[in-house]
């Protein structure tokens, strides 16, 4: 029998997801974009992807990945504000609340990386 050994860069699902049903919640899209943000997330939750390489990676379409995006957004599951992503304690907020959800910039428009920088100081306090 192979038993799991744990990698060193070991992220981890929180069981609470299929428990408290979050996941009855997400379509397969956001479920899918969900669980690649928490395996590619650091310490604090936070991840860099582009659109492009996300829908690449998860076979979606630029569509399907707002969609995707915009319903973890409202469940509370995630924080989005263009480039970055932070994934988001499951108690962060009720399963029927909508947090408010920053403003998106579109892809091709600049980023002011020191309001980024501010909102996550926001986040992480």
Sequence with gaps: ??????????????????????IDQLSHEACALYLFLITVADAQGLSFYADR??????????????QAR????????????HPLYQVLALDAAPRGATPSA??????DEPVDI????ARIWEVLS
């Design 1 to 22: 029998m192979q038993l799991r050994r744990v990698p060193s860069q070991f992220s981890w699902v929180d069981q609470r997801l299929v428990r408290e049903h979050w």
């Design 53 to 66: 390489s996300l829908c690449q990676r998860l076979s979606m379409t630029r569509d399907g990945l707002h």
């Design 70 to 81: 915009q319903a973890l957004i409202q469940r509370g599951l995630v924080a989005y504000q």
């Design 102 to 107: 920053a403003p998106v910039a579109a892809d």
């Design 114 to 117: 020191k309001a980024v920088f």
